[in-house]
Structures are given as C-alpha cells and as structure tokens.
T-cell receptor, first 112, second 113 residues
C-alpha cells in the first residue's frame, strides 16, 4: 500500500461528520474506491468515483476527488456507532496487473 | 448467489506444513485474486487470475502457489508454512480486471507457529 496513503486513526462523536483522507501517487488511476471492513469481516464496497469526477454523493456519504493534488476524501454525515470500522481507500489503474492498490486503512472510532 | 466463499475460517499450522486455502465464487467472474492483510499494511496482492488456466504473480507471491482449473475455484497453496505467513487471507473476484466492483470473501485467519 505504499502508493496509497491514509492516516491510521480517526475518532469522532456520534452525530458529528467524519472526514477520512487519502492520497495516491499514480495519475493513471481510473477509479478510486472506498471500502469498509467491520471487525472479523471481509471488505465491503461503500462507494467509488471515476477519475473524471470531482464529487459523488450517496446518502450520508460524500466523496471528493482533487485530481491535481491526487487527494481523495470520504465524508460521512451524522456518523453513527455502526460506522465504526476500518475504511480503506483503493485505486484502480489503467496499466499493470493489479486490480486494486489499497491504502493501509483508517480506523474510525465513533464515541456515543 | 453465495458470492465469494472461503474455507477454512481459521487455521493453525506448524512451520513446514503445507495446506490449501479454498476460494470459490458463483458469479461467473473472470477475475479472482488473493490478498493478505497484515496490521498497518493494508491488503497486499499475492496472486491473481484473469480467467481459467491463467494466473500471475502479485506483489508478494513467494511461498504461495495458485491454479485456476475452473472459473469458479481459485485455491491458494502454502508450500512450506513459515511464521511470516501468519496473516488474514482474503479472496476476491470481479467481473473483469479493471473498473468493476471487487467482491471479497470473509477471510481465513492463519497462524503459523
């Protein structure tokens, strides 16, 4: 995951907004993804954004993409205790053999 | 559809033992892959396959073999287990290599003593 970087931990209070950030290095990235992993489970796709978009909103989730700075963020509005999980940013590239390159994950802790 | 299934869920091996982690999908996906997840390192690609009979190495292939004799199954073999292979292993599949959602299995937690 050295090409995709995330902060390791974020703590918020229930009802607040959470913003999880991610930076990537490959300008040929085509799709950028956010996955959620709950304890003891596999990864679940939350949302994705195509590289020619700036923003995508899906209910409580807002994804912002700054392609110039290679910066991706996930905003969760009205964060709930059920949102506590590890969130992985991942990129998909036009070239190479990897389907996805993952960041190391951000652990979101939601305090009641 | 069962999606992506993995067995076993947990496994303990002694150093030098061999074993096979099973992965199956019932979505007729072309692309299948194996990742390992270690604390603070995200998911690293071990091997992948773009179709039956076609496999290739990912970024951390040493100590692992794969085969893809059918579209549905993609087993991962540990030839001679080492403590460094203690990890959680995830299998994933998608319709094609690029631009499609990756579906993940529930994972196999492997401990090598």
């Amino acid at each position: 995951g050295e090409d995709v970087e995330q902060s390791l931990f974020l703590s918020v209070r229930e009802g607040d907004s959470s913003v999880i950030n991610c930076t990537y290095t490959d300008s040929s990235s085509t799709y950028l993804y956010w996955y959620k992993q709950e304890p003891g489970a596999g990864l679940q796709l939350l949302t994705y954004i195509f590289s020619n978009m700036d923003m995508k909103q899906d209910q409580r989730l807002t994804v912002l993409l700054n392609k110039k700075d290679k910066h991706l963020s996930l905003r969760i509005a009205d964060t709930q205790t059920g949102d506590s999980a590890i969130y992985f940013c991942a990129e998909s590239r036009n070239t190479g053999r990897r389907a996805l390159t993952f960041g190391s994950g951000t652990r979101l802790q939601v305090q009641p | 559809n069962a999606g992506v299934t993995q067995t076993p869920k947990f496994q303990v091996l002694k150093t030098g033992q061999s074993m096979t982690l099973q992965c199956a999908q019932d979505m007729n996906h072309e692309y299948m892959s194996w990742y390992r997840q270690d604390p603070g390192m995200g998911l690293r690609l071990i091997h992948y396959s773009v179709g039956a009979g076609i496999t290739d190495q990912g970024e951390v292939p040493n100590g692992y073999n794969v085969s893809r004799s059918t579209t549905e199954d993609f087993p991962l073999r540990l030839l001679s287990a080492a403590p460094s292979q203690t990890s959680v292993y995830f299998c994933a599949s998608s319709q094609k290599l690029q631009g499609y959602e990756q579906y993940f299995g529930p994972g196999t937690r492997l401990t090598v003593t």
